[in-house]
């Protein structure tokens, strides 16, 4: 099972889901990572905001914020390979990288549809 590291830009909190108007796309990622990790996929999510230091300290994801600076945010680094930069994963890459299928994440996804799309009872 590969190690999938997802460098965010700056965001209001550490998934982003947060304030009146929630970005779908966040809540997706957000989902989808709540669902992998409690399959045991292991995915650190990095943001600019609250862990700069993550970014100084990885060499590639530093090496592209000074080429390309923050626009190339988000950047998903599998098994220390840099292999997504300005948009997260989809569901057919969360999959392929975590060896969960595409049908796993989407049932868990749709489970979880009227909620926040973190833990049970609760938002991120």
Do not use: H
Not at 41 to 63: H, W
Not at 73 to 78: G, R, S
Not at 94 to 111: H, P
Request: aromatic fraction near 6%.
């Amino acid at each position: 099972m590969s190690k999938i590291e997802i460098f965010d830009p700056a965001m209001c909190c550490a998934t982003g889901i947060c304030g009146p108007g929630i970005d779908q796309e966040l809540l997706r990622v957000a989902t989808t990572v709540n669902t992998l990790t409690k399959k045991g996929v292991t995915i650190i999510r990095y943001g600019l905001s609250s862990e700069p230091q993550a970014f100084v300290d990885n060499k590639k994801v530093n090496e592209y914020l000074m080429k390309e600076e923050v626009e190339v945010l988000p950047i998903t680094i599998v098994d220390g390979e840099v292999v997504k930069t300005r948009s997260y994963p989809t569901a057919d890459e969360f999959a392929q990288w975590s060896g969960v299928s595409k049908d796993e994440i989407a049932a868990a996804a749709a489970e979880k549809e009227n909620g926040c799309g973190c833990d049970e009872g609760g938002c991120c």
